[in-house]
């Protein structure tokens, strides 16, 4: 006999009454749709790169279609063994399987991405931060982080290469540089830009200049910062594939190059998708992290599509 609620209304039982089901559902319910979304965006993508090669727009052997780059992924794979190239007089018997250089290319490549992006971002931060609080660390260091900002990545290239060689620090260098010059100024823009009743009632109650810094404007900018950080995310990713690409290390940017040379673009865009789904990937991990560590923040979107 089915148990009766103190309403009169007959109690859950079964699956129903799990909360553990029920929250798994739900959280499939939010999932789903999206998932259905962003597989419509990519299919209606890969669709109209198809069609133009089946209408003769495009060569395939300039611009494959999906379906012929992305058959031959096991083909494709056996490229990806350019540690091999490092590791000369190291007595490595056979070459890494295809399987294993992807992973190895693979970790390499965004080993360097969040090396050089927790790096910038430490230092960028500290930095606007000391800019605002010294006012002679302002004058001393705001006129060159200006001076400097404009500077092209490529640029810092050979003063990568003279310091470090090759190898891992050069390109987590090229990163670095890349980043911290243009976050330094955004840390500085986000505190300028700080509500200035929180200031003043801060002030009111007795609060000190470190305080105000450290408990209001600190807490104030951190979810812009986390904005500006998944925005890096990418320029990071185009900074290591060009520092790898130039041979300061094995990674997917030297792949790519790899593919330029040897005339297979099939390889190039294998790459390139591998690398899309790496920053796509990177980046919804981000904006999870964004929710669960700022979670007072209000989703700005969700608000717009009520209008």
Known sequence: MAEIRVDGAPAATGPAAWPGVTRLWAAICRTAPRLAWTAASLGLFAGIW?????FGWADPKLLPPPHVFLGDIVDQAKFFNTVSRWQVGSGQAEPTP???AVIYTVLATTGRVFAGLVIAASLAISTGVAIRYFKLLERLMLPTVNLLAPVSPIAWLPVA????????????FMVVIALLFHMVLATIAQIDHVNRNFINVART??????QIYFRVIIPAILPQLFVVLRFNLFGA???????????????????????RNTFNPSLVFFTIVLIGVLGYSFDWLMRQMQRKLLYWVPHEAEALRGL
């Open 98 to 100: 295809p399987a294993l």
């Open 50 to 54: 198809e069609a133009c090669w089946a």
């Open 237 to 259: 990713w185009m900074v290591v594939l060009v520092a790898e690409a130039t041979g300061v290390g094995y990674g997917l940017g030297q792949v790519i190059m790899l593919g």
């Open 205 to 210: 109650m007795g609060a000190t200049k470190r």
């Open 161 to 172: 290469i003279f310091l470090f060689g090759i190898g891992n620090k050069p390109a987590i």
